[in-house]
């Protein structure tokens, strides 16, 4: 994606590892309606918490990861 070379299973991982989160799975998307086709990731999650954020599984997984993933 964007010239990287990226592992889905290693971000699913991640995203396993945290807290809270008892499923998931990430996949790469792309805008069917943008010309360029340009890819982007997505991850979704199964938690029982409802008080799990969102915004504290990305920054759990922007330390583990490197910035492409």
């Known amino acids: ?3 990287f070379r ?5 971000i699913k991982s ?3 590892s945290f807290p809270g989160v ?3 799975t990430v996949v790469a998307q792309y805008d069917k309606n943008d010309p360029k086709k340009i ?9 029982d918490d409802n008080s799990l ?3 504290k599984i990305r920054d ?5 990861l490197p910035h492409y993933m």
């Open 6 to 10: 990226v592992e889905l299973g290693e």
């Open 53 to 55: 954020q969102e915004s």
């Open 39 to 47: 890819q982007y990731l997505v991850g979704y999650f199964v938690s």
């Open 22 to 24: 008892k499923q998931c």
């Open 1 to 3: 994606i964007r010239g």
């Open 14 to 16: 991640v995203m396993q």
């Open 60 to 64: 759990f997984m922007k330390s583990k």
